[in-house]
């Protein structure tokens, strides 16, 4: 080209994004194929349209010399041409071979990106595949001359149109013809309602423009379509508002009512997504999966069948939707830091023009344009963050899978209930919830539901109802798993306690009934002698506190005896808003992060005693290190000493730590924000938060506090002496 | 390609982005030309009757109204019956050219052509 | 005052350079100029991005030393520097005239405690010695020495020079650390 070489790089960039967007959609179109030849009922306008996306790709890759991509394309134009028109059956082989394809292009396309031109890969086996599945016979062509079709019409087929035209000839699919008069103001939208309502009943063959009679503002369109529905029914579904259907008259005099149907048709897909779909004439058969007889499901069962059905809409009807690695979302985090850096990098270019006399005013403008690029950088900030946000159902349409083998495998017969799937949450706290709620629900099934005979006995239905419920209650997100089995008995629990060595046996007139319920949350700690082999997978209920506390969420218990189990998961929508402990330290007000908070209680001066050097308190037989926060923050004292000072007891792991502090404020939701860069050195803090009432309040970072305080290992006083 | 007074305004229909940052990058780099772009034949259909294009490019393999549609529209509207018109087309068939050709396109180019291809049958057309 | 001069920042049209007179030199500096404990500074108008009344401020436990602490600008956490820490002056109490400059750096916005904030100042350039030109030890923050001109006809040229002297401070080693 004659042109810059920048210029050249931007059409080569063109050129990789379409190739990508190509092979992207190559992806999920047959991925929607492999399930519908599962299913028995491939899409053929999929096979279409898989073959025009290879084809164009061929036509790029060709016109911009990468060469390798284009034989590719070629190779597997061919075998789906053969597809398409039928001279080849879609099995799971010609699939593999397909879906190989679509590696290849990748690794092509990546290659190309990453070097700037193909490297050489070696091809030659893949070429062997295609062989091997394709026809490799000659092409037969079917006359077209039974068809009264206009010569004119004929004359402005592309090849690719007429193959259509003929397949359809051969498979005996009536040929229609549909004219319609469009204005040219709202042709879009008038023909993609077009296409839409013609979708599950025809197919079509090509749209031929005229300019009419009309004075400039409007075009007629004739369109030629294939179709076995009957011409009242396409009349009725396509014509109106001055638009006509006719049957293209055949020649050898043939009624024009459509023939039967044969077996080896394929009908139309049974997926119809947009809102005035018609009913196909013979609605196509939803497959059922035989779901196993003890379970019946609420909800779910609705969502199986969507999933069959809808699967193909969720993949197909959103063209517009794109799947995106998480990752790539916080690469785009970093993305929108570093451009902040780069406005501020504006903005002392912009200074120093400004000094040049002669180009203050670009220097203005140049200011003007930076504010402008700050205000969209929030914007797009914003904009990420929405976009991570998924809903529930997500994580929910696993947990039904889940309910219904562990209940298998355990002679039980559970109901799962699910509200609120549609609740939106965080991406990275919906992957990061997988885990622990599908241990809860494994834990509901094995200790809470009882088993039929037991739930009979009890005077209970026999089906077990499992609860799933969510909502939003605020910045949270409340995840409910309720069963209605045997519940948790308080005696027994803390004997279990108790002699698993997680609490002492004096301790229990101090513990309220809540406290009781809590320990199953304590390592160590199983309500069963047996480790079953569905609970006891790898994780206990502690290590599912720890992983909800990671998320800045917190897990609650309540339990009835004989009536059934209640967990309740309370989660910040965004990592970002967290709950913390609101005290006071000297006339300073810090935020302590609830995950980190065990409880907090008055201080009794009395008890302190001192162990090398450093005070301790007894606390239910452990022994807790205490740490002043004025003296740790060397914080001058503000006012006279407070009466009463109170201890919050922190804990990481196995390690506590007390904190003295000189007044609870109560607990505050609270969004943590950054510390500038000035103060990134300064250790102990995990940002601010505005508090809302003009106070900025220092959040602290609670896990390094304790580990500055204990030291190292070696002196690490445990919670674990109590065990 | 005259260099001088107002640019000549050419038409590209065609659904690849990457070939029609292809041909304007082309054509623009030649200077003295204005590329305008259609991304589907339903795009042309509603520039077509508004404006009066110098030359149009069409792709004949396009979803929904294909080149050869187009051809044949812009042969039987008044506007555009002597607008040289260069057809191009990734099928390296004969059938296509020789359709196109039949019904009105004045020149064919099939597709991958080069840059300077591109330019001498553009440069040919305007000429003649 | 304060609000208008920062408004008056941006809506600056080069124009009004070009009123005075062609004959008149260019304008070079826009800068804001302040006090601290008694001296005149000024920072080139474009690093200042805001003018507030000082809010509450919140101490920052095991800060560096000039930091006074942070204070929230519409969700923004900011970090506070004292100038006459960071100039190594005498501190004072802050008076009602004290101001905080949110300054950008380069790198980041920050506050700066200022004692006194008193107007924008149009230099041309015979009105500015550079610190390159005035030799000696100058800190590498200090971009030069403004003397704005007393306008015709006003007062003693000498006396309002003498008096208006401002040091001018470059934000990006002023606040840097």
Do not use: W
Not at chain 1, 32 to 61: C, M, S, W, Y
Not at chain 1, 554 to 561: G, K, N, T
Request: net charge negative.
């Amino acid at each position: 080209m004659a042109g810059s070489d920048d210029r050249k790089d931007d059409v080569r960039d063109e050129f990789l994004a379409e190739a990508q967007e190509i092979v992207e959609s190559l992806s999920r179109d047959l991925l929607v194929l492999d399930q519908g030849q599962k299913e028995g009922h491939p899409d053929p306008d999929l096979v279409n349209e898989v073959f025009r996306g290879v084809h164009t790709l061929k036509g790029i890759a060709g016109m911009f010399g990468y060469h390798q991509v284009g034989a590719v394309a070629h190779a597997l134009e061919d075998l789906l041409d053969d597809l398409r028109l039928g001279r080849v059956e879609l099995t799971q082989d010609v699939l593999d071979v397909l879906f190989e394809g679509v590696e290849n292009f990748q690794r092509l396309l990546g290659e190309a990106k990453g070097a700037g031109e193909s490297a050489d890969v070696d091809l030659s086996d893949y070429a062997q595949s295609i062989e091997r599945v394709s026809a490799g016979g000659g092409r037969k062509e079917t006359s077209l001359e039974s068809y009264d079709l206009d010569p004119g019409v004929l004359a402005v087929l592309t090849e690719y149109e007429e193959h259509r035209l003929r397949t359809n000839v051969e498979q005996g699919v009536p040929l229609f013809r549909l004219v319609v008069r469009l204005s040219l103001a709202s042709i879009d939208t008038a023909l993609e309602s077009l296409k839409t309502r013609a979708k599950p009943l025809a197919e079509i063959i090509t749209y031929l423009p005229s300019m009419g009679e009309s004075d400039g503002d409007a075009i007629d369109l004739e369109v030629l379509f294939a179709s076995r529905a009957s011409a009242e029914r396409l009349e009725e579904v396509l014509g109106g508002d001055g638009a006509r259907v006719e049957p293209v008259p055949r020649k050898d005099g043939h009624a024009t009512v459509p023939p039967p149907e044969r077996a080896t048709v394929t009908s139309a897909p049974p997926a119809p997504t947009v809102a005035h779909v018609v009913a196909p004439p013979r609605p196509p058969p939803v497959p059922k999966t035989s779901a196993p007889p003890p379970i019946s499901h609420d909800e779910p069962e609705d969502d199986e069948e969507a999933e069959i059905g809808g699967d193909q809409l969720s993949v197909r009807s959103v063209t517009n939707t794109v799947r995106v690695d998480i990752r790539k979302l916080d690469h785009l985090m970093n993305v929108v830091g570093e451009l902040a850096i780069v406005r501020s990098a504006v903005a002392r270019i912009t200074d120093r023009i400004r000094a040049r006399p002669e180009l203050r005013q670009l220097a203005l403008e140049l200011h003007r344009v930076n504010r402008g690029f700050e205000r969209h950088l929030g914007e797009l900030q914003d904009g990420i963050l929405d976009v991570r946000m998924v809903p529930l159902r997500q994580v929910f349409d696993r947990l039904a899978r889940v309910v219904r083998q562990v209940a298998r495998e355990h002679e039980k017969e559970i109901r799962l209930a699910v509200t609120g799937a549609e609740t939106e949450v965080d991406k990275l706290i919906v992957e990061e919830l997988s885990d622990p709620l599908m241990h809860i629900i494994r834990n509901a099934i094995d200790h809470g539901v009882e088993k039929p005979k037991v739930r009979e006995l009890a005077g209970k239905p026999s089906t077990g109802t499992l609860a799933l419920n969510a909502y939003q209650k605020g910045n949270h997100v409340v995840i409910e798993v309720e069963d209605d089995g045997a519940g948790m008995s308080e005696d027994k629990l803390f004997e279990t306690a108790v002699r698993r060595g997680v609490v002492t046996e004096d301790s229990r007139a101090d513990m309220t009934r809540q406290e009781i319920f809590n320990l199953i949350f304590q390592p160590g700690f199983t309500t069963r002698s047996s480790i079953t082999d569905i609970s006891g997978r790898g994780m206990g209920m502690d290590v599912v506190k720890t992983n909800i506390n990671r998320l800045g969420g917190i897990v609650d218990v309540q339990s009835e005896h004989g009536i059934g189990t209640k967990l309740t998961i309370t989660l910040p929508v965004t990592l970002a808003i967290i709950r913390a402990l609101v005290v006071e330290v000297s006339g300073r007000v810090f935020c302590i992060p609830l995950t980190a908070v065990q409880e907090a209680l008055l201080l009794d001066a009395r008890a302190i005693r001192t162990v090398e050097g450093r005070e301790v308190l007894t606390l239910r037989g452990g022994t807790l290190p205490l740490c002043r926060l004025s003296s740790l923050f060397a914080l001058a004292p503000r006012r006279e000493r407070p009466s009463k000072r109170y201890v919050v007891v922190t804990s990481l792991g196995q390690k506590r730590v007390g904190f003295v502090v000189d007044g609870l404020q109560g607990q505050q939701d609270i969004v943590i924000k950054a510390l500038g860069r000035s103060l990134s050195r300064v250790r102990g803090f995990a940002g601010a938060t505005d508090l809302g009432d003009q106070r900025v309040a220092l959040v602290v970072d609670a896990p390094a506090l304790m580990e500055e305080v204990l030291g190292g290992a070696d002196r690490v006083l445990t919670a674990g002496e109590v065990s | 390609m005259p260099g001088v007074g107002t640019p000549l305004r050419i038409l590209v229909v065609e659904d690849s982005s990457a070939m029609r940052a292809f041909v304007r990058a082309t054509l623009e780099d030649a200077g003295g030309v204005e590329v305008q772009e259609a991304q589907s034949g339903f795009e042309a259909l509603r520039l077509l009757p508004r404006q009066v294009f110098d030359l149009v490019i069409v792709d004949v393999n396009m979803p929904d109204i294909n080149g050869l549609e187009l051809v044949s529209f812009m042969r039987r509207s008044q506007e555009h019956q002597g607008t040289p018109l260069l057809i191009i087309s990734t099928e390296a068939s004969a059938r296509d050219r020789e359709r196109g050709l039949s019904l009105g396109a004045n020149a064919y180019l099939s597709k991958p052509f080069q840059p300077e291809q591109l330019r001498a049958a553009v440069a040919e057309l305007l000429a003649g | 005052m304060s609000d208008e001069i920062v408004r008056a920042k941006t809506v600056l049209p080069a124009a009004v350079a070009h009123q005075v007179g062609s004959a008149e030199p260019e304008i070079v500096y826009e800068v804001l100029a302040f006090v601290i404990a008694q001296e005149r500074y000024a920072l080139p108008l474009a690093s200042v991005r805001e003018i507030l009344k000082v809010p509450s401020i919140t101490e920052v436990p095991r800060a560096p030393r000039d930091v006074l602490g942070i204070i929230s600008v519409r969700g923004r956490i900011i970090t506070v520097v004292d100038l006459r820490r960071r100039l190594r002056m005498a501190e004072a109490a802050i008076d009602k005239g004290a101001r905080v400059l949110l300054v950008d750096d380069g790198r980041e916005l920050l506050g700066l405690l200022v004692d006194r904030v008193l107007s924008v100042y149009r230099l041309r350039q015979d009105e500015v010695e550079l610190a390159a030109v005035m030799g000696g030890d100058t800190a590498d923050y200090v971009t030069g020495i403004g003397r704005p001109k007393a306008s015709k006809g006003t007062r003693d040229a000498e006396a309002r020079t003498q008096e208006e002297m401002l040091i001018l401070l470059d934000p990006g080693p002023l606040l840097r650390r």
